[in-house]
């Protein structure tokens, strides 16, 4: 049955981390000077995102070697992805951001650890001193206002092991643009001057432009509106809470408990949901995270509103370039009462989690975008989903190897549950699970566990 992850019983605070050096890498053939349009999708994603890259060593490959074939390999995917040199700034006519692909370079700093990968322990445990292996504020090099749009540290470890850290503003992709990327980035750390690019990227982000004029065809009950212009706010916060104190847990399903979860799901009452993984998952989580809000029982008929992320790729008509490198997810979300999703089968909760997922077509997406272009505002709903799961970020192909874990750095939000991947060792089926990050005050934490445990059992 689905198992509470049991971290180390300690966990090391400082990585013991020194910064050799700084640089600027520029793009290793002249690009045109141009400003970037974004998206209405892109627009209210104004903050950094840290993903974690751990290699085990390779004697081929010393870190020395590697770092200087990254150096190289980012100077040229620099090139068609010139807006990762670039700077953010607000076109004042239009009062939108932009970037303006100037050139200014990406930022690429060189670390050591004086500890090993196996003494800075497990790696799929959140440890909040991975911090330290991607430095993306107060970087001696750079101006006060000056703010890359992409970090890139490598942290070379005692055993000759390292960890390469990014550190992107979320603006320049999403998850599956990021994961080409680094396909990219990889294709060119190869010892080939003449080696194509695995995937060539489409940068062209008019393809997401809104409707002239804009149509909002559907009310977005999952959106929010802003107060202030989002012209006025350079980074306006997406799910601001109060600062709090909250416990964070691990909660892992192992393949057998998502298969049985499947099982759970197959209702004869709601025969055309899509009975995935991540609508089983998704539809675990937002019962046991709705059930274990303070005074549940005094209002039953609380409506609880998951969100999740839904890509629009193939979803629109015609369909996104694959390699399209903005943003090109979509929230979507599921409502019900915190009555239904006690004491309702489990099978109707994924249907409509499923139903949430079916309901972002070509003209649902296009309205929501549209919506942006009039209103402003942000996904609204109880807690956000936002799943790592799949991503598939280990299973790049370097020079020196696959990574043994790619994670997120992880924040502390009571408004954001994480789905990230176990460890792939190869061997057993042990990658096909999930490992559910929550993070919530001490009476909801105590709450949302027994519910996992409960929910698992009947």
Same mark, same amino acid.
């Given at each position: 049955?689905?198992?509470?992850?049991?971290?180390?019983?300690?966990?090391?605070?400082?990585?013991?981390?020194?910064?050799?050096?700084?640089?600027?890498?520029?793009?290793?053939?002249?690009?045109?000077?141009?400003?970037?349009?974004?998206?209405?999708?892109?627009?209210?994603?104004?903050?950094?995102?840290?993903?974690?890259?751990?290699?085990?060593?390779?004697?081929?490959?010393?870190?020395?070697?590697?770092?200087?074939?990254?150096?190289?390999?980012?100077?040229? /995917?620099?090139?068609?992805?010139?807006?990762?040199?670039?700077?953010?700034?607000?076109?004042?006519?239009?009062?939108?951001?932009?970037?303006?692909?100037?050139?200014?370079?990406?930022?690429?700093?060189?670390?050591?650890?004086?500890?090993?990968?196996?003494?800075?322990? #497990?790696?799929?445990?959140?440890?909040?001193?991975?911090?330290?292996?991607?430095?993306?504020?107060?970087?001696?090099?750079?101006?006060?206002?000056?703010?890359?749009?992409?970090?890139?540290?490598?942290?070379?470890?005692?055993?000759?092991?390292?960890?390469?850290?990014?550190?992107?503003?979320?603006?320049?992709?999403?998850?599956?643009?990021?994961?080409?990327?680094?396909?990219?980035?990889?294709?060119?750390?190869?010892?080939?001057?003449?080696?194509?690019?695995?995937?060539?990227?489409?940068?062209?982000?008019?393809?997401?432009?809104?409707?002239?004029?804009?149509?909002?065809?559907?009310?977005?009950?999952?959106?929010?509106?802003?107060?202030?212009?989002?012209?006025?706010?350079?980074?306006?916060?997406?799910?601001?809470?109060?600062?709090?104190?909250?416990?964070?847990?691990?909660?892992?399903?192992?393949?057998?408990?998502?298969?049985?979860?499947?099982?759970?799901?197959?209702?004869?009452?709601?025969?055309?949901?899509?009975?995935?993984?991540?609508?089983?998952?998704?539809?675990?989580?937002?019962?046991?995270?709705?059930?274990?809000?303070?005074?549940?029982?005094?209002?039953?008929?609380?409506?609880?509103?998951?969100?999740?992320?839904?890509?629009?790729?193939?979803?629109?008509?015609?369909?996104?370039?694959?390699?399209?490198?903005?943003?090109?997810?979509?929230?979507?979300?599921?409502?019900?009462?915190?009555?239904?999703?006690?004491?309702?089968?489990?099978?109707?909760? /994924?249907?409509?989690?499923?139903?949430?997922?079916?309901?972002?077509? #070509?003209?649902?997406?296009?309205?929501?975008?549209?919506?942006?272009?009039?209103?402003?505002?942000?996904?609204?709903?109880?807690?956000?989903?936002?799943?790592?799961?799949?991503?598939?970020?280990?299973?790049?192909?370097?020079?020196?190897?696959?990574?043994?874990?790619?994670?997120?750095? /992880?924040?502390?939000?009571? #408004?954001?549950?994480?789905?990230?991947?176990?460890?792939?060792?190869?061997?057993?089926?042990?990658?096909?699970?999930?490992?559910?990050?929550?993070?919530?005050?001490?009476?909801?934490?105590?709450?949302?566990?027994?519910?996992?445990?409960?929910?698992?059992?009947?």
């Amino acid at each position: 049955m689905g198992t509470l992850y049991q971290p180390l019983e300690s966990t090391i605070q400082d990585l013991k981390v020194t910064i050799h050096d700084t640089s600027l890498v520029f793009p290793s053939q002249e690009t045109q000077r141009r400003p970037m349009f974004l998206s209405n999708i892109d627009q209210v994603l104004n903050f950094d995102v840290q993903t974690l890259h751990f290699f085990n060593a390779n004697p081929e490959f010393p870190p020395e070697i590697v770092r200087e074939r990254l150096r190289i390999a980012l100077s040229r /995917v620099l090139v068609p992805y010139d807006f990762l040199a670039g700077r953010l700034k607000m076109n004042q006519e239009s009062k939108r951001l932009e970037i303006d692909c100037n050139c200014a370079g990406a930022v690429f700093l060189v670390a050591s650890s004086e500890l090993t990968l196996e003494e800075i322990g #497990d790696l799929v445990y959140p440890n909040p001193a991975f911090r330290q292996l991607i430095v993306h504020e107060n970087i001696d090099l750079l101006e006060k206002d000056d703010k890359p749009l992409c970090i890139i540290q490598v942290t070379s470890f005692k055993c000759g092991g390292f960890a390469m850290g990014f550190s992107t503003n979320h603006i320049t992709f999403d998850g599956i643009s990021f994961k080409i990327f680094l396909q990219n980035l990889a294709s060119q750390a190869f010892d080939d001057d003449n080696k194509p690019l695995a995937i060539v990227p489409c940068n062209d982000r008019t393809l997401l432009a809104a409707r002239n004029p804009p149509r909002v065809t559907f009310p977005h009950v999952e959106l929010l509106k802003l107060e202030v212009p989002i012209g006025e706010e350079l980074n306006p916060k997406v799910f601001e809470t109060l600062q709090e104190e909250l416990d964070f847990k691990i909660f892992r399903l192992n393949s057998s408990d998502i298969s049985s979860l499947k099982e759970k799901a197959k209702d004869e009452n709601a025969p055309d949901a899509k009975i995935t993984g991540f609508n089983v998952v998704t539809s675990y989580v937002w019962r046991c995270k709705a059930l274990s809000r303070e005074n549940y029982e005094e209002n039953p008929e609380r409506i609880s509103t998951v969100l999740f992320a839904v890509d629009i790729r193939t979803r629109l008509n015609p369909p996104l370039p694959r390699s399209y490198t903005g943003n090109a997810v979509l929230t979507s979300y599921a409502s019900a009462t915190c009555h239904e999703l006690e004491e309702g089968p489990f099978g109707k909760i /994924v249907d409509l989690v499923s139903q949430g997922g079916m309901r972002m077509n #070509d003209e649902y997406a296009r309205s929501a975008i549209d919506w942006g272009e009039i209103y402003k505002g942000f996904p609204n709903g109880e807690f956000l989903i936002s799943s790592w799961w799949k991503l598939g970020f280990s299973q790049v192909e370097y020079p020196w190897g696959k990574p043994k874990y790619s994670c997120p750095v /992880v924040c502390h939000r009571k #408004d954001i549950i994480l789905l990230f991947p176990n460890i792939d060792d190869g061997i057993s089926n042990n990658n096909d699970g999930v490992n559910i990050f929550v993070a919530l005050p001490p009476k909801q934490m105590e709450k949302f566990e027994s519910y996992f445990h409960k929910f698992m059992l009947v």
